[in-house]
């Protein structure tokens, strides 16, 4: 009788795009791990999470857009540092099938960009969702104070109608946090003053596909050094990973 084979998978919504899945595969094939698959499961809702659970063969799942917050209602324990950010990007279901959530995104980040730091003390972090909390998570690790950019003004962010020349000079990190721009919509960007970056800046889009979004060639431009998520979504993934067979 064939052994069944243990399964993973990526919660999301509209994730055709991620490489989440090819990436779990492939390195399935390159290790030669016969006993695992990875799978994709794009939900309409947050809702249909419990349905998705009765596979009884599934012992983790990553989780990326929109659900990083709301899948925190749906978990038994939560790691203290997911916690404290507020969003879990990494579930793993133990023996007891008690379903516990961790947040790899920021540990992803850190290993991604620590490299291309010299001296800059304040970031921009563009976007409020689940992801954005992990980045300013993982900016305030490495000593940088981070400020979200948002649509709405709210307490503790500032619009990007506000975005002028002096705060873009202070602000010589920039990180792009939300989905705009991701494979099919190349054409659009977060509406920053590109005008006012140099050669200072560090622009970072947690986007991978396409490799390089408008908001990097128009950063790019300006001579700022850029960087999309592709190291980051590898990072973060290896260390679910190693969560998983912890």
Known sequence: ????????????????????KKFFNDKFIKENISD??????????????????????????NVTIP??????????EIDPIA????????????????IKGYNTDYLGFISS????????KNALVLGTGGASK???YGLNSMGIKSTNVSRKKTRGTVIYEDLNE???????????????GTFPKIEESPKIPFEFLTSNHLCYDLIYNPEKTKFLKESEKKGATIINGK???????NESWKIWNS
Do not use: W
């Open 231 to 237: 190291k980051m979504l590898e990072n973060q993934a």
């Open 36 to 61: 695992c698959s990875y799978e994709n499961y794009d939900l309409k809702s947050i809702k249909e999470f419990g349905s998705v659970l009765k596979d009884k063969s599934i012992k983790g799942f």
């Open 113 to 120: 960009i620590q490299h291309l730091i010299f001296d800059q």
């Open 166 to 180: 002096k705060i873009i000079k202070e602000n010589r990190i920039i990180v792009n946090c939300t989905p705009i």
């Open 1 to 20: 009788m064939l052994k069944k084979k243990t399964k993973y998978g990526l919660i999301g919504k509209n994730i055709n795009y991620s490489f989440s």
């Open 67 to 76: 659900y990083k917050k709301e899948i925190i209602d749906f978990i038994d």
């Open 83 to 98: 916690k404290k950010i507020g969003a879990v990007n990494t579930l793993k279901i133990n023996d007891r099938k008690i």
């Open 134 to 136: 992990a980045i300013i």
